[in-house]
């Protein structure tokens, strides 16, 4: 039986029990890819035939106007209607239907080379939950990425993704990978535009997936129209996606930064006032150091605050670290040192306006009253803060738990 005939639309009975086994689904996200999309099914059907894997084609059509769906099912594959707009969203849908134990998935724009499909099944089949593609190391052929992409957009922010989640990945950005499908589902993937590929590489890491990556070759797309990416919008929204699934480079490094150096700065000026190089810092600075103070406090708040509903509603991994903070820092730790810096606060504002009743609640020296007033003011405001956090905190807790 041909290729072609195994994943045709047919009647017979045992062609229906045989591909409804498939181990293999090749999974085409398409919106008026009729161009190109006939040689890529044919590529992906002759890679099948040639390595005696069994598997079916899926079209995921993401509402094409131009004729795709026909043409797709003419060279025998199956079309899955997905009425939701987005890459990501006609991906889910494809995948969603599909039948094999891995997924393979690329684009139909004839870029991707499909004959490649037997190296990921190989690497699957060792047992590796995620195998990426890697076009730098495979080749990029002459034309088929911008130079701004290639040398500055795709580097720079697969950089910036294995800093921020320590990924093995060395091309954040290739559309063509493999990866079984009970990993996928355990990933739950929420994205539907172009982050969705960047979604599945930062939850494969973050769920600490085996994870592989093989050389792939791309090359220009054979389309007459301008591609669906958008360089600023979908770079934006990667580095969007980074910062918020990443609570620690969001929130909780920039925050203890702030806070070290607001605690730093303002011991400094506490005594007096301090001159550098001739420029002297006085009250003033020190305001600015309690303002920072503030703000870290805040920062790592919503870091922890970011971390717990994110593990509650399934987008991150459980964190045993997290577990272990709560187990140190109670709701009545929290309070207790809640009160502590309020009742501190109070008395330093006792104590300040105590010192103003003996200037006959005239003018004072701000450069001394302020080095009283603006610590207990920091007390204060802190104190309130880490009572409400503590509770906000708790109740994030109950949720977790």
Known sequence: MSSLSQLSLTHDPDASLEISTPEVSIVMPCLNEAETLQVCIEKAQSALQRSGIKGEIIIADNGSSDGSQELALSCGARVVPVERRGYGAALMGGIAAAKGEYIIMGDADDSYDFTQVPAF???????????????????????????????????????????????????????????????????????????????????????????????????????????????????????????????????????MLLMVLGTALGAWLLPGQRSVAGITFDAHTLLYAAAAVLLGFQSVAFATFSKLLGISQGLLPPDRRIDKLFTLITLEVGLLVGFALLLAGIGGSLWSIHVWRGAGFGPLDYAKTMRMVIPSILAVTLGVQVIFSSFFGSFLRMAHK
């Open 121 to 255: 099944v190989e690497e699957l089949r060792k047992g590796y939950d995620f195998v990426l593609g890697n076009r730098f190391r495979g080749g990029i052929k002459p034309g088929a990425m911008p130079p701004l992409h290639q040398y500055f957009g795709n580097p720079g922010l697969t950089k910036l993704g294995q800093i921020f989640f320590h990924c093995p990945s060395g091309d954040f950005y290739c559309g063509m990978r493999g990866f079984r499908k009970d990993s996928y589902d355990r990933m739950h993937l929420r994205t539907t535009g172009m982050e969705f590929a960047t979604e599945m590489v930062v939850k494969a890491t973050l769920f600490s997936m085996r994870i592989t990556e093989i050389p792939t070759t791309l090359s220009p797309d054979g389309r007459s129209r301008p591609p669906h990416l958008r360089t600023w919008r979908d770079g934006w929204r990667t580095l969007r996606f980074f910062l918020l699934y990443s609570p620690r480079w969001l929130f909780l490094y920039p925050g």
